[in-house]
């Protein structure tokens, strides 16, 4: 799996102005065959679209990008594929142009879930993030989390504190819904900090710290837009994922209850509240403290607590009728009966039941201790930041910096929605992922295959690190046509950015299990080939035969030698070849490499015929690589691109736009329904639907390789719209019939593939 630069899965997208010699293009079996299955792969699907969009005049791309351009048509939606080249800066700008210019709903880039991090730019994400997205929000240590005890004197001596706060302590949601932290909403290192104070201020806890687990595997960040700096335009900003940000927190220790007074506020006198039942209710806390063993302090005035809310709501209910019992049972709901607790750390209390008003705030739960959250035994959590030097003589304290950070970040946050074609985020078919869906564990890796594993990691690096040295020498960092196309995306209005393209772990398996037998046969018969010659000058017949010469000895080494090398090299050439010919590739300057990539003619005027480019598309050339890299990618990402246009679920991740607190974000998302290998359930922050009935318009940005097979199979692609199961069940029946379905069109077998590689 390659993240961080341009993968097995990623070259083949190249463009150039020399021809290389192209395999025998495939006939498209599942083309020919999509008319008998189009009702079958209308029922695989996991819903059919809302309704389709009208038919309208599919408008033609800018003439910049016109020939590297091809326009497809499903239903009522216009499609157009991009063909770019990984190193090309005039790529990238061809990918805002069309973008732009088009305007449309869905962006699809040739991305996948394990490549997803190419769309983080590596020159302006800060080593240290100070913004973060969770996926869960836990406590640690609260009442009931522990063991359960192992003896029955544990039990015993466990059971009055457990029973008798069974219902009086708040459940983790009432604390949670104080705080800033929440499930898909973006924090800051210092809010974070500031709901530690939060819980500290409930009077509740003697120590609580907050501990935030690292992403899980599978796990994106989100992107948040803003006005960019520096240039027109907007950025994106990295927000780094969480796995789950812990709150441990420890029960603060009071003092027994030894006496309690109540009495009621003015604002509730009126509420027909019995004083001798709260008065007897303070009694039993005074006597659970008390009796042996005795009750803790803190669960005596939480149970009290609980005690005097449902007296007042019991004697409102009575006075008022049912009519008030709905009214109370909301207000219970939301704090509309508040009690303060003074003296507790002495235990002689007095508590005081009132009606919630207005200077209260609006947190949803008020524990009645907060007067004494700075007691005796409270440890503050203290964050450990240094202040920004201003000059040598002055600095920020780091909290006034952090406001001074955030404010400036709302006002950039605020200036992208601006900005925006259409203005923010429309509604769009999505849902986060609810706690119990978020799986605590990594994604499973699939078991490695040693040799061809191996062989594949090794060629593909060596390939990847061409190209990467090539895309240098333009400016273009590994990425860049699709943080192109992002920027792009947010820019115009769009929706839905989907990383369309085949997971490259399975990609580059299917790669390895097809070069592995025929690369390692190569590199047997060099090895022996290199053997044979090295022992060729200690055979007595070709001794004797040469001894008659000068120097007949050296002759004899020199001939064997010379001879196993160019054995060897014959060989093994279908292998080192493509290599060689990146390397020659890599050593061009800017403009030379842009040259070789550019497209030179129209990128749809002949669709039978694939479109492969001296340099950056020589490692199809490799035996067996034609099929996994090109032909199974292309029918995948035809299928997920005809689903967007179609508004069927496309088995793919994307990240959704969305606005929330005034912000533009776009949100790492799970196709709805998607398969496991493609779209694990319970990843990133929830699930996605293209936009019902489809989207009206779609740019798919992919490798120039790919867009004339995306083209040839379109038709099978818009009847089986979304049905990438198979592609993804990797080292399956279902995975191997996929590809001899495809490799039917080219007269069967791996002939096909092989010649495309070998040609």
């Known amino acids: 799996m390659l993240q961080r630069g341009p993968s097995p899965c990623s070259g083949a997208g190249a463009r150039g102005a020399h021809r290389c010699p192209a395999p025998r293009a495939p006939l498209g079996a599942a083309r020919r065959q999509a008319k008998r299955r189009t009702a079958a792969g209308a029922a695989a699907v996991d819903e059919a679209p809302a309704a389709a969009p009208a038919p309208a005049p599919a408008e033609p791309p800018p003439p910049s990008v016109r020939a590297a351009t091809a326009v497809l048509r499903a239903g009522g939606s216009t499609v157009y594929v991009l063909g770019v ?68 004197e544990g039990e015993e001596k466990k059971a009055p504190d457990a029973a008798a706060a069974a219902g009086a302590w708040p459940a983790a949601g009432e604390l949670a819904s104080l705080l800033r932290t929440r499930i898909g909403r973006v924090v800051s290192t210092a809010e974070v900090e500031a709901d530690v104070a939060t819980l500290e201020a409930t009077g509740l806890f003697a120590r609580v710290r907050p501990y935030c687990e690292p992403a899980r595997r599978g796990d994106a960040p989100l992107l948040a837009a803003v006005k960019a700096e520096g240039r027109e335009g907007l950025a994106l900003e990295y927000v780094a994922p969480l796995g789950c940000t812990r709150f441990f927190v420890e029960p603060r220790v009071l003092p027994g209850v030894k006496s309690m007074s109540v009495r009621l506020d003015s604002s509730l006198r009126g509420a027909g509240v019995d004083q001798a039942a709260l008065d007897a209710a303070a009694a039993e806390a005074v006597a659970a403290c008390a009796a042996e063993p005795p009750m803790a302090g803190l669960s005596a005035y939480l149970i009290a ?98 406001r001074m950070n955030a404010l400036k970040a709302a006002k950039r946050a605020e200036a992208a929605v601006t900005a925006r074609s259409g203005g923010g985020a429309p509604a769009f078919p999505f849902r986060l992922w609810a706690p119990s869906e978020v799986p605590p564990a990594d994604l499973a890796v699939p078991e490695p295959a040693p040799g061809p594993d191996t062989l594949a990691a090794l060629l593909t690096g060596a390939y990847a690190a061409l190209q ?15 943080r192109a196309a992002m920027e792009a995306a947010t820019e115009s209005g769009a929706v ?22 025929s690369t390692a046969a190569r590199l047997a018969a060099a090895g022996a080939i290199l053997a044979a010659a090295a022992a060729a000058p200690h055979v007595a017949a070709v001794a004797d035969a040469l001894s008659v010469l000068p120097g007949g000895e050296s002759a004899a080494s020199a001939a064997a030698a010379l001879a196993g090398l160019a054995g060897a090299a014959a060989a093994l050439w279908p292998v080192a070849g493509p290599l060689a010919e990146v390397w020659s590739f890599s050593r061009l300057d800017g403009p030379g490499v842009e040259a070789a990539v550019a497209v030179n003619e129209p990128i749809q005027s002949n669709i039978d015929s694939p479109l492969l480019f001296w340099g950056e598309d020589a490692l199809l050339r490799w035996p067996g690589a034609w099929g996994p890299l090109i032909e199974e990618r292309d029918a995948y990402m035809a299928r997920v691109t005809a689903a967007a246009a179609t508004g069927r679920p496309t088995g793919a991740p994307a990240y959704v736009a969305d606005e929330a607190g005034g912000q533009l974000i776009w949100r790492y998302a799970m196709s709805r329904g998607g398969p496991e290998g493609s779209a694990p359930r319970g990843v990133g922050e929830g699930e996605y639907a293209p936009p019902p009935g489809g989207a009206r318009r779609v740019v798919a940005v992919v490798g120039t390789a790919h867009v004339r097979g995306m083209c040839r199979e379109w038709e099978a692609a818009v009847a089986r719209a979304g049905d990438v199961g198979e592609f993804v069940a990797e080292g399956t029946a279902a995975a191997e019939a996929a590809a001899a379905e495809l490799a039917a069109g080219r007269g069967g077998g791996g002939g096909g593939g092989g010649g495309g590689g070998g040609s």
């Open 85 to 152: 080249s990984h190193v090309s800066a005039a790529a990238c700008e061809q990918v805002r142009q069309l973008v732009n210019a088009v305007k449309p709903e869905v962006v699809v880039v040739e991305l996948c879930k394990d490549r997803a991090g190419l769309l983080i730019d590596p020159d302006t994400t800060p080593k240290a993030p100070d913004t973060w997205v969770c996926s869960r929000v836990a406590f640690e240590g609260l009442p009931g989390d522990g063991p359960e005890p192992e003896t029955p």
């Open 305 to 402: 607590r609980r005690r005097f809310i449902d007296l007042v709501e019991a004697a409102q209910r009575a006075q008022h009728g049912a009519a008030a019992s709905d009214a109370a049972s909301d207000g219970a709901a939301s704090g509309g009966v508040v009690v303060d607790f003074t003296g507790v750390e002495a235990g002689a209390a007095e508590a005081v039941v009132r009606a919630r008003r207005p200077g209260d705030g609006d947190a949803p739960f008020v524990s009645g201790l907060e007067a004494g959250a700075d007691g005796e035994g409270v440890e503050r959590f203290r964050p450990q930041r240094r202040g920004v030097q201003l000059s040598p003589r002055m600095s920020l304290p780091a909290e006034a910096a952090a």
């Open 468 to 482: 990467a040295r090539a895309g240098r020498t333009t400016g273009v960092a590994p990425g860049a046509a699709w």
């Open 496 to 517: 839905q950015v989907i990383l369309g393209d085949r997971p490259a772990q399975i990609s580059q398996r299917r790669l390895a299990d097809a070069m592995y037998p």
